[in-house]
């Protein structure tokens, strides 16, 4: 099978708890070679799709898929799909090197391969640590290494960012899309949309179980606006044929131009101008226009 199958499907997706409707017909697609990112409020269904597409839970109805397979029937899923899920279990008396070392044997992988991800990790710098005394950054990078060790084309992370340092998460950043660009699939899911803004190609918006939104993370910020500051505001917006507001006395915003174009039309009528920039919402505005305001 070609790099490029090993793309995530999933249709239909269902999944109740007794009463609780954790995942209501769901469906979304994972591209090989892109970063996705999985946003939803807490409570929306992202560690439960995770685990479905995982065949860690089973679906009440619909489907998930990897390279048109469910998870059970990969002929070798640990080569295929490396998971970090919240809750891994670590043996407390373990370093971190024994956990990759237990792991790399149950996947039938070499001791070459533990040196490789913890290097590839930085779990090396505490490599003959307890695991009992790791932080939590330092737990999710043993995750992510526990997670490389078959050296999968797909891989789903759950909040993997989580109680990782400003320094952490730009290596994590990094480090996901250089796996996207080899060609791998990367599922991520978050709830800080910041982080998420940076890491991913694409996001799948769920809230309440449901598909809110599939888009490009550029597609989900809507239109720019340019934000000018000026002394003669009020004429650069007499002037305009687009809309355009006050905010505060000598700063206007204005819409469907550029800033080429403000440039131009304020030049034209020697207004002068002091700031010129462009005012892009933030994904976390674009989020919550999505979910209707519910985080
Ligand atoms: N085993 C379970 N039994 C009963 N209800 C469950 C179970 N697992 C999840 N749920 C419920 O399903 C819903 C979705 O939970 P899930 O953990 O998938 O959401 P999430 O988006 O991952 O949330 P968070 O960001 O808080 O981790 C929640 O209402 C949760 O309480």
């Not at 597409?53 to 009440?60: N, S, W």
């Amino acid at each position: 099978m070609s790099e490029g199958a090993w793309g995530i499907a999933v249709r239909g997706l269902t999944k109740t708890f007794g009463p609780v409707a954790a995942v209501t017909d769901l469906s979304f697609d994972v591209a090989p070679g892109t970063v996705t990112g999985f946003l939803g409020p807490n409570g929306a269904g992202k560690t439960t799709t995770m685990r479905m597409v995982l065949g860690l839970v089973a679906p009440t109805s619909g489907t998930a898929t990897i390279g048109g397979k469910r998870y059970a029937d990969l002929p070798n899923p640990t080569a295929t799909v490396g998971a970090v899920l919240d809750g891994s279990g670590f043996h407390p008396d373990h370093t971190a090197l024994d956990h990759l070392r237990v792991y790399a044997r149950m996947g039938r992988h070499g001791r070459a391969r533990v040196t490789q991800v913890a290097d590839l990790t930085g779990v090396s710098a505490f490599a003959g640590r307890k695991t009992r005394t790791l932080s939590t950054g330092m737990r999710q990078r043993l995750n992510l290494a526990t997670a490389l060790l078959g050296d999968p084309r797909v891989l789903l992370l759950d909040e993997p960012s989580n109680g990782l340092d400003p320094e952490g998460i730009a290596w994590l950043r990094r480090f996901l899309r250089e796996l996207a660009v080899e060609g791998r699939t990367v599922l991520v899911s978050s709830h800080v949309l910041g982080e998420i803004e940076q890491m991913a190609d694409r996001v799948v918006v769920i809230r309440d179980g449901h598909l809110v939104a599939t888009a490009k993370v550029t597609e989900l910020y809507g239109k720019a606006a340019v934000l000018v500051r000026s002394p003669r505001a009020d004429q650069l917006k007499a002037c305009l044929t687009v809309s355009a507001e006050i905010l505060q006395p000598g700063v206007l915003r204005i819409h469907d131009m550029t800033t080429a174009e403000v440039a131009a039309a304020a030049a034209a009528r020697d207004i002068p101008l002091h700031e010129i920039t462009i005012e892009r919402p933030t994904l976390e505005q674009a989020f919550l226009h999505l979910t209707g305001g519910r985080r």
